[in-house]
């Protein structure tokens, strides 16, 4: 099994960061990676964005609470979070973190007819 970020350029990375895999709950932490899913869930009747970030170690699921949508975040997105992981529906998950964005994916266009 090749490792969840595999095609994740590191050296891109905060040299600060928290490997995925080293995170604990309940601790503050930065982790940074590439964005593998993004989907919209609802909870308590409220939207919620999930992530699923990626690096060399592993993938965690992030979080951002009544939100739809976050500018810039969608799959193949490198970013870094920081915020304090916790379990979220039965997984260790960033709630409402602070987020940078290091690199975007290019914009598909729309085929031309």
Known sequence: QRPAGRDVDVSILPADRTPIHDLQPRARATVAGRVR???VQAWS??????CTLA???GAVTV???GRRSVAGIRTGTVMSVEGTAGV????LAILNPVY?????PPVPHAPQH
Request: hydrophobic share 40%.
């Open 37 to 39: 899913a993004v989907r």
């Open 45 to 50: 009747g409220s939207p919620s964005l999930e």
């Open 55 to 57: 690096d060399e170690t």
């Open 63 to 65: 979080v951002f609470y």
């Open 88 to 91: 979220h529906h039965g997984i």
């Open 100 to 104: 940078t964005l290091l690199a975007e």
